[in-house]
Every structure is written in structure tokens, then in C-alpha cells.
């Protein structure tokens, strides 16, 4: 049985990888990655307003969000 399951995992093995190589090559994965980017940069800046709404630059905001999470207590 271990001959067989071998045998599965290569064809496995290869199947995925030509399936990740698929996707990297069409533009998904770069696409998916920007927009993960994004909303993470737009979720820090929504958490950073919450904290200090009035200070409105992206630099002030990265500060902030510092500041913030040095008061957390986990």
C-alpha cells in the first residue's frame, strides 16, 4: 500500500504545483495581494480615525496606531 500512496502523493504533488504555477502566472495571485494590501491600509486607517479622529495624515495615523497598540493588554 505504501508503493501506491507514493505514487498519489507525486501525481498530487505535481497537479498542485502545476496549479500554483497557473494561477502566480495569470495576474490572480498579484491582483489578490494588492487588494489584501489595500484593505489592510484602509482597515489601519479606519481603526486610526476611530482612535484619534482628528488628525487626518497617513503618517500621523501609522503613529497612532503605534501609540494604540502599545496601551493594549492582551
Same mark, same amino acid.
Not at 508503493?3 to 502523493?9: F, N, Q, S, V
Not at 495581494?33 to 491600509?41: D, F, L, N, P, S
Given at each position: 500500500?505504501t /508503493? ?6 507525486t501525481?498530487?504533488?505535481a &497537479?498542485?504545483?502545476? !496549479?500554483?504555477?497557473?494561477?502566480? $502566472?495569470s495576474g490572480?495571485?498579484?491582483?489578490a495581494? $494588492?487588494?489584501? !494590501?489595500?484593505?489592510?491600509?484602509? &482597515? ?5 480615525? #476611530?482612535i484619534?479622529? #482628528?488628525? /487626518? #495624515?497617513?503618517?500621523a495615523?501609522?503613529?497612532? &496606531?503605534?501609540?494604540a ?6
Open positions: 500500500m /508503493h501506491k500512496d507514493g505514487i498519489i502523493a501525481i498530487a504533488l &497537479l498542485s504545483t502545476l !496549479a500554483m504555477a497557473g494561477v502566480v $502566472g490572480a495571485y498579484a491582483q495581494a $494588492g487588494v489584501e !494590501a489595500r484593505g489592510v491600509q484602509a &482597515l489601519s486607517n479606519a481603526v486610526a480615525e #476611530t484619534c479622529p #482628528t488628525v /487626518h #495624515t497617513p503618517d495615523a501609522d503613529a497612532q &496606531l503605534l501609540a497598540a502599545t496601551q493594549v493588554a492582551p
